[in-house]
C-alpha cells in the first residue's frame, strides 16, 4: 500500500496497511482451477434442470427483477409458490423468502428478540448473527462453542440477576469454518426447559443432510419454539434464504422486520430456481448419497496419508495456526491446479489460519486423491 497517501483516504490507506503487515489483505481473485472451496455441495448452481428451470421461467413471462418490495407490487406469484412448496417441504408451518442468508439472520435477530429478551449465541455462529445480535434491542451473551452446560448457565445467571423477558439461543447446524454439528437435542431440550427459542442456521446443513436434504432440525420441525434459516446459495444452487417458523411469527416479520418491508423483494427468477432445487432433492436422492460417500471417502483417504480427519462432514478444516503459513500453503496449492483458500481471522479465532477444503459433486475421487497427495507434498515439503 503507498505510505504517501494523504488527505481524506489516508487512514483507510494505514488500516489496509495494517492489515497486509498481518498478512490479512483481502482482494477479489477470479474462479480458477478444481472447486474445493465453493459451497455448491451438490453441484446445482450449473445442473441443466437449474438452467432449464429459468428459461422456462423467462419464456413464461416470469420478470428478472420484482420491481417492489413484497408489501408493495414486488410480491410475485413465484415467490408465494416457493413458500408453500417450502413450508411443505420442511415440515414446517410457513416459509418466508429473504434474498440471502446474511440479510435473514440479520433480519430475524433486529426482529423478533425484544427490549427485555436474551439471545444466547455459540461463539462460532456466522458474523451475521453476530451483526444482528449487536443491532437487535436485546441483551446478548456468547457462549463456549458446543457448550449445552454454558448456554444453560448463561440463562440461569441472567435469570438470577432479574432477567425477565424471552429467552433465544442461536446456532450454526454445521458450523462452516469447523464443520462440526451442534448438538441439537441438547439444545431443544434447553429451550424447552426456559420456555426458550432455538434459532438454527442450517445453511451448510441444508441439502446435505436429512431425509431428502431437508437438513439436521428436519426431526424438529414445526414446533413453535423453533425458527430455522435454510440458506439458497449453497447445496440449493441458486441465491436467497428461507426462514421458516409459525405463522405468528411470520406474521410479526413481515409487520415490523425493517430489512424485509424497505427491500426489494428477491428475483422472482430466484424463487424458481430454489423451488426447482427443492424438487431436485426430492427427485433426485442420488446427489445426496454421492455426495455423502465422497465425504467417507476423503476422511479415509486422509488418515491413510497419516492426516488426522479433521470433522465429519463436508467442510475439512485444514488448521495451519499462523496467518502467513496458511496463506503461503493455499498458494501452492492453487498453483498446482486446485481451488482452496486461506482463512484468517476474523473470520475465525486468531491464531488458528486454516485452509476450508469443502468437499461438492463438482469433484470426484479422482480429483480428491490429487488433492491430498499435493496437501501433503506442499506439507511435507515446507510450503506450511
Known sequence: MNSIIAGKV???AAGLDALKNDDRLRSLRPRTGIDFSSNDYLALASAPRMKKAIVTALEGGTPIGAGGSRLLRGNCEEHERLEAAAARFFGAQTALFFGGGYVANFAVLTTLPQRDDLLVLDSLVHASIHEGARAGRAAFRTSAHNDPQVIESAICDWRAAGGAGRVWIVVESLYSMDGDFAPLEDLLA?????????????AHATGVYGEQGRGLTA????????????TCGKALGAAGALVTASGVLRDFIINRCRPFIFATAPSPLMAVAVREALLILQE??????RLARLVAFTHREMVARGERSPSNSQILPYIIGENARAMRLASALQARGFDIRGIRPPTVPAGTARLRISLTLNVGENEVRAM???LVEETRGGSR
Open 10 to 12: 489516508a487512514s483507510y
Open 190 to 202: 434447553i429451550a424447552d426447559r426456559h420456555d426458550a427459542f432455538l434459532v438454527v442456521d442450517e
Open 219 to 230: 426431526a424438529y420441525e414445526g414446533r413453535e419454539n423453533l425458527l430455522v434459516i435454510h
Open 284 to 289: 433426485e436422492p442420488e446427489r445426496q448419497q
Open 372 to 374: 491430498l497427495d499435493a
